[in-house]
């Protein structure tokens, strides 16, 4: 007979939140205890200063961490002399001046611009081990929850909140609903998490996930490697979600094990012991459930300012009359005007300027193999005036090297460059001009978040690799890695 048992099934998230309740009010909110703080330039300067006028210190400098990444130049940052090279813009060089003396005054790890291990603050915390399954994991920045994809509950959090947690290494919360996406059976040779993420988005739209901690869930994510994990995650903030997740597994502890701060010996048994218990149960409960076939995903373009503006790429730019519900007509109206698209227009005769191969969603080791393997002994297109290839962190910049893809890259015509947000947005010297077009393998395509007028097409790595060799968008299972390429892992 099965063996009785009254606890309740949980779902990951729920396992989550329940280990970290510090007090439960009687309206609902939670005290929940954080386990790892991430912060950077931007959001944290009047944390730091409200701290400091409030006579406080930081409770745990030991479960934080600190990087520039979205105000730094991607261009060498020390000259031939190891001087600093001035930040030209007054307001990042203020926010990055800011966070270096915030972080030594208040004893916190710190990782400066020219440190090897410098990067994006959402690709360092994972491969740092900072990262872990089962933690709690904030950062005053949306796509925290890239984090998700080791199976932790990482989220955004505005600066007043930084600054309680920096105090308190606590968050005063209400919870999430939950809601599971299925995505099941095989994916398409040469379909990527990308493109799965932006078939999802498409499929539930901005809102889809509004209130909701999504699970990503089923065969595909099962076989999906971490980085690709971490690629879906990070943009469940654009289809509304609070938090994106996968459960945990052996393929996320071999991730993890040996990364510099993961924790090693028996603490690293006691939490894999634990991790292991974290996977949803059978029979619990979600409040919303969706499935998607893995055969209906193609490679996924967009082509307006909203991520949920998808299409495959054999597919055409669609008439704003298609739609049923008016606002959305007149959305798709505006953004085609934005874009300078035509209803119709095939997708493969758009022409592209710019690339842009980064950002925290896709300058993992993985994508940039991905990017290689299609550009490797072929050349940028003549019509691609400006395309570049911006590591996520410096570790990541240096495997690369290892394995040749900066070589790659450069004889393709591309530019190879120092880590950080770069073009992602327009923070930093790295933009898009006015009214050009960039195939982006970054996860924010709204009105001018490349620079003022430019115009931005969401995409994967192989993708925007394509792209580039042709001027124009391209199903990159067009162009067969030619003998020699790196093998994508
Ligand atoms: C600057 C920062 C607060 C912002 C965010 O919260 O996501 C940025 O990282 C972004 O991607 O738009
Ligand atoms: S890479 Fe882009 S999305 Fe990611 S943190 Fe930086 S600006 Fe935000």
């Known amino acids: 007979m099965a063996k009785q048992t009254d606890a309740p099934a949980r779902t990951l998230y729920e396992k989550i939140w329940d280990a970290h309740v510090v007090e439960r009010r009687e309206d609902g909110t939670c005290l929940i205890y954080i386990d790892r703080h991430l912060v950077h330039e931007v959001t944290s300067p009047q944390a730091f200063e409200a701290l400091r006028n409030a006579g406080r210190t930081v409770r745990r400098p030991d479960l934080t961490l600190a990087v520039p990444d979205h105000n730094l130049p991607t261009t060498p940052r020390r000259d031939a002399s190891g001087k600093r090279i001035p930040i030209l813009d007054p307001q990042s060089a203020t926010q990055l001046a800011a966070l270096e003396t915030n972080t030594q005054a208040f004893g916190i790890r710190y990782i400066g611009d020219a440190d090897p291990e410098q990067g994006i603050v959402h ?71 990308k493109d799965v993420v932006l078939h999802i988005i498409g499929t539930i739209g901005t809102a889809g996930g509004t209130g909701h901690v999504i699970e990503f869930r089923g065969e595909v994510f099962r ?72 055969e209906d995903i193609e490679p996924t373009v967009t082509w307006g300012t909203s991520p949920e503006d998808v299409v495959a790429i054999g597919g055409r730019v669609p008439d704003p009359r298609s739609f049923a519900d008016p606002s959305k007509q007149r959305a798709a109206q505006a953004s085609l005007d934005y874009m300078g698209l035509q209803p119709g227009m095939a997708l493969a005769d758009v022409e592209v300027q710019n690339i842009f191969i980064g950002s925290c969603t896709n300058s993992r080791i993985e994508d940039l193999r991905a990017a290689a393997a299609v550009l490797n002994g072929r050349r940028k297109a003549e019509n691609v005036r400006w395309a570049i290839v911006v590591p996520g962190s410096g570790l990541v910049k240096r495997q690369a090297e290892a394995e040749g893809l900066d070589r790659i890259f450069v004889e393709a015509g591309l530019e190879w460059r120092e880590p950080g947000c770069s073009a992602c947005l327009g923070m930093n010297p790295d933009k898009v001009p006015p009214g050009e077009r960039c195939a982006s393998t970054s996860n924010r395509n709204f009105v001018g978040r490349q620079g003022p007028g430019a115009r931005t097409h969401l995409l994967s790595p192989a993708m925007a690799a394509a792209a580039a060799v042709t001027g124009r968008l391209t199903d990159a299972r067009t162009l067969a890695p030619l003998p020699g390429a790196p093998v994508p892992a």
Not at 232 to 250: F, H, Q, Y
């Open 123 to 193: 690709v360092i915390g994972p491969e740092q081990g900072f990262s872990l399954p089962g933690a709690t994991i904030v950062c005053g920045d949306s796509h925290t929850a890239a984090h998700g994809g080791l199976g932790a509950l990482a989220f955004g959090i505005g600066t007043s909140e930084v600054e309680h947690v920096l105090a308190t290494q606590t968050l005063l919360l209400t919870p999430s609903r939950t809601m599971e996406i299925r995505v099941e059976g095989a994916l398409g040779a040469g379909i990527t998490p």
């Open 223 to 294: 076989q999906m490697s971490i980085e690709g994990r971490i690629t879906v995650c990070n943009m469940a903030i654009e289809a509304g979600a609070r938090a994106g997740l996968v459960a945990p597994d052996d393929k996320t502890y071999a991730y993890l094990q040996g990364r510099p701060v993961a924790p090693t010996g028996a603490q690293w048994d006691a939490a894999v012991d634990w991790w292991r218990s974290l996977p949803t149960d059978p029979g619990a409960v979600f409040d919303s459930s969706i499935t998607i076939r893995a």
